[in-house]
């Protein structure tokens, strides 16, 4: 049980970053559904990094550039020119896959993966006094209770909680008090940027040490169904994380079992359409 708990939150942990990072862009009016294509460059710039210094804290500084980068591309056209979101959210979702092909194609001479003996793995926080189902995990899960922490206080009892609620819901408004929307929006996709970065690093360089083709299996799209499955709400996204998080782990454990990969693998994805599903009719019901 000990061992399933703890890949359960292994798995969640990089869906809670970017659910976080997400739930405030969309509470802002704005819903990032590029994050999967950020997130797998994240991920292949956080091998890059690690593995030019040696150093995991490089990885996570390069992790976090490039999802800065690709987030304000995002911003540019959805905020600043107001273009369809699904649009450009889909297009970058398409270009960060294909650009981390190309970019391990030229700077590895590889194709399918990249592992160096030159990386150096996000250190595991171990401390005497935590239970052993507690113990030994990512230094970036605990960033992760953390980031959940300031967020979940700041969206309840913070000016700021209220504003972003408020771009969303009547931007009219909150310009007419002297409160710039778009700089909210730009503000929160850093944050959101922040996330992707070291969702895509504890990927890489945390969760393995490499980068492989693909690796992030659609984590971004699943973080993106808990947003949708939280509507703006803190709870119901963690809520969502949790079962997705417990979906990935258990799909594993039930290829360990014997039961057909191709059949264990589809759990996560199935509990993400029957969340949004459920959610959409009790959202329809209560209006």
Wanted: charged share 10%.
């Amino acid at each position: 049980m000990t061992e399933f708990f703890q890949a359960a939150v292994r798995m969640g942990t990089p869906l809670l970053l970017m659910a976080l990072g997400g739930t405030w862009t969309l509470q802002t009016g704005i819903l990032n559904i590029g994050q999967e294509g950020g997130l797998i460059l994240a991920s292949f710039f956080a091998v890059l990094g690690n593995h030019l210094f040696g150093s995991w804290i490089m990885g996570i500084v390069f992790a976090v550039a490039v999802a800065l980068v690709y987030n304000m591309i995002f911003a540019f056209f959805s905020v600043t020119l107001r273009s369809n979101i699904w649009v450009i959210g889909m297009a970058l979702n398409i270009m960060g896959s294909a650009l981390s092909i190309l970019f391990l194609k030229s700077f590895f001479g590889v194709k399918g993966s990249f592992r160096s003996s030159n990386m150096v793995r996000i250190p595991d926080v171990e401390l005497s006094f935590l239970p052993s189902w507690l113990d030994g995990f990512s230094l970036i899960v605990w960033v992760a209770v953390a980031v959940l922490a300031v967020i979940a206080y700041m969206d309840s009892r913070t000016v700021l909680g209220m504003r972003l609620k408020a771009a969303g819901e009547n931007e009219e408004a909150l310009d007419a008090a002297g409160v710039p929307v778009w700089r909210l929006r730009y503000g929160v996709l850093v944050v959101n940027s922040v996330m992707v970065g070291l969702a895509g690093a504890f990927l890489s360089t945390s969760y393995l040490l490499s980068f492989v083709r693909g690796m992030s299996a659609d984590r971004g799209w699943m973080a993106v169904a808990a947003v949708i499955f939280g509507d703006g709400h803190l709870g119901w996204t963690v809520f969502a994380v949790i079962i997705f998080g417990v979906a990935q782990a258990g799909g594993f454990q039930l290829q360990a079992m014997g039961v057909p990969s191709h059949l264990a693998l589809m759990l996560p994805y199935v509990l993400v359409i029957i969340a949004l599903v459920t959610r959409g009719i009790g959202k329809s019901r209560s209006s």
